[in-house]
């Protein structure tokens, strides 16, 4: 009943926005039109003239799930148009903000003490809000600034509500349309239901910032705030105040002199090195996420926030990526299916031929034209038609890693247009390639292994004992059992011989019998029991060699 009701308020919010005037022109449409314009919030007046606005505030007022999509959408300048992304782009970190007494409450509850004992400064106006939380800037005793970030109240029943929502509408469109099973649809709403409940928990987020910032200690590329972990909890987090401007403000980076080309080339590097060196990616890169400093325009560095979703794939899953993005870079559509085929992307019955011929006719126009110039949607159509001629299966472990794609394609494209993606991201993966097949490798492997060998190590002749006395008692028995077998088997051929014997004596009686009848007294006039013995003696030999055949 909860979920209809949800249900029910979205499509009264779809109506209250009239956002059925954002749906395509196709006659399918159609009854999904008038049946929005039949709820009665519908009927009043539109709330502005600019639909994508009205997208924008529908979002917002449906919550955090709806806002998550948004902010994906705003990175997709291929599939929107600029005026949607500048709206969409606004529930990046203008998202209305909650009560500030309620976060002040929050922060007394799980820091147990009062604000002005807490902090010297504390701003009750927050400094940005999103939305799983909001954020405030305040001072530490020590001098230090900081930003404290604190969970909307609440929050977690809402995000519960929603995805069980959309967990059934997941349900539904399997029923409805089965050829969407290879795309795993509520495998996805399952893992984005644990990455967004694992984003309420802060704790989590400080965990991973801590990870990144050990990952990039002292480099130049990437920086990582500090947490205070002192002043945080699973609902409050305190840490390092940065000073940067938004990835998105280009402006901004001209004005301060860097080289947006530069820039763009960096942020590759961060990701190639994310997914290959260190397994543990950002996957919530969009643009209010990331920021960059001004203080050294000719080496830019990167600022990295909002760590609660981070990505790994496994040993395996990241050589096999590797793997195609180097047959990708050259080329090579062949080595691709067959990869796509050993993975088990694909069915094993796939004929390579046709598979190769048709990924060459959809990637090849990616790999030809500099980014500004690729047509991404028609692209997209004809991959969807791709994955369904072939039945290729959308992975669910890959899913953060595509929506960091996304991002990263979006964020280039606001940066430089004419970056090539893949003369950067070649050496990155040759090396890392070279790094897994290398002697440094193995010799990592046995460090990262040592310990665990060292412990078992005293254990080795009590095991090796062990290990001996079981052969002694397998060997006993193997004896006992060979020699049940040996004696069975003796029983048996003497058996078989005497069956032979009496087999071959009736034979021979009835042989001698039928002809000699007279020669044996009183039998002299009914010669057939000779034959009868003769075929009785066949019997006995046949039956003994159709035993021993089975």
């Known amino acids: 009943m909860t979920r209809l009701a949800r249900l029910l308020t979205i499509l009264h919010v779809f109506a209250k926005y009239r ?41 917002e007022e449906l919550g955090p799930v709806f806002i998550k999509f948004g902010q994906l959408l705003s ?33 007394e509850s799980e820091l147990k003490a009062p604000v002005t004992q807490l902090f ?48 059934s509408m997941a349900k539904l469109l399997v029923s409805l349309i089965p050829e969407t099973t290879r795309f795993h649809p509520q495998q996805v709403v399952s893992d984005y239901e644990h990455i967004i409940l694992g984003e309420l928990d802060l704790g989590h987020e400080a965990a991973n910032a801590a990870q990144f910032r050990r990952n990039f200690e002292g480099s130049p590329l990437l920086y990582v705030p500090d947490i205070y972990w002192q002043y945080s909890t699973p609902n409050v987090l305190t840490m390092e105040r940065i000073y940067g401007v938004p990835v998105s403000d280009t402006e901004a980076m001209e004005k301060a002199g860097i080289d947006l080309e530069t820039l763009s080339e960096i942020g590759v590097e961060i990701f190639f090195t994310q997914v290959f060196r260190d397994n543990f990616f950002h996957a919530d890169m969009h643009p209010g996420n990331v920021f960059v400093s001004l203080e050294d325009p000719n080496q830019p560095q990167y600022i990295s926030l909002d760590h609660a979703i981070a990505g790994s794939l496994s040993r395996e899953e990241r050589s096999l990526l590797a793997r195609q993005l180097m047959a990708l870079l050259d080329k090579d559509y062949e080595q691709i299916a067959l990869l796509l085929i050993e993975a088990g992307w694909v069915p094993p019955h796939t004929r390579v031929t046709e598979f190769t011929h048709a990924l060459r006719t959809v990637l090849e126009p990616v790999l030809e034209k500099p980014l500004q110039d690729i047509e991404f949607g028609p692209i997209l159509v004809r991959l969807f038609n791709t994955a369904r001629r072939f039945e290729m299966q959308a992975l669910p472990q890959f899913v953060l890693l595509e ?24 050496p ?38 062990e290990a001996l006395q079981e052969v002694r008692k397998l060997s006993s028995n193997q004896e006992r059992i060979l020699q049940a077998m040996h004696e069975q088997h003796v029983k048996s051929l003497r058996k078989e011989r005497v069956t032979t014997l009496l087999g071959f004596a009736g034979i021979i009686i009835g042989g001698f019998w039928a002809i000699q009848p007279n020669a044996i007294p009183n039998l002299s006039d009914i010669p057939w029991p000779a034959w009868a013995m003769g075929a009785g003696g066949l019997f006995l030999i046949a039956s003994k060699n159709f035993r021993r055949t089975l």
């Open 75 to 107: 990175t997709r300048r291929d599939l929107l148009p600029d005026d949607a992304i500048e709206d969409l782009s606004k529930l990046q970190d203008q998202v209305p903000p909650f009560s500030e007494q309620a976060a002040i409450d929050i922060i």
């Open 428 to 465: 990155l993966l040759e090396q890392w390639i070279r790094d897994q097949l290398g002697p440094s490798s193995v010799m990592q492997t046995i460090k990262r292994n040592g310990p665990a060998l060292a412990e078992q190590i005293p254990q080795i002749p009590k095991m090796a004992f």
């Open 120 to 167: 010297s400064e504390f701003e009750r106006k927050p400094l940005a809000s999103a939305s799983v939380a909001q954020v405030h800037t305040a001072v530490l005793p020590t001098g230090e600034d900081v930003v404290v970030k604190v969970v909307r109240p609440g929050i977690e029943k809402v995000v519960k509500r929603d995805v069980a929502l959309l967990k």
């Open 19 to 59: 956002l059925d005037e954002l749906l395509p022109d196709h006659p399918a449409a159609l009854p999904i039109r008038w049946f929005i314009r039949l709820f009665p919030s519908a009927w009043g007046r539109k709330k502005s003239t600019d639909p994508w606005e009205r997208l924008r505030l529908a979002l």
């Open 403 to 426: 929506k960091t794609l996304i991002h990263i394609e979006g964020l280039g494209r606001q940066l430089y247009p004419e970056l090539d993606i893949w003369s950067v991201g070649r």
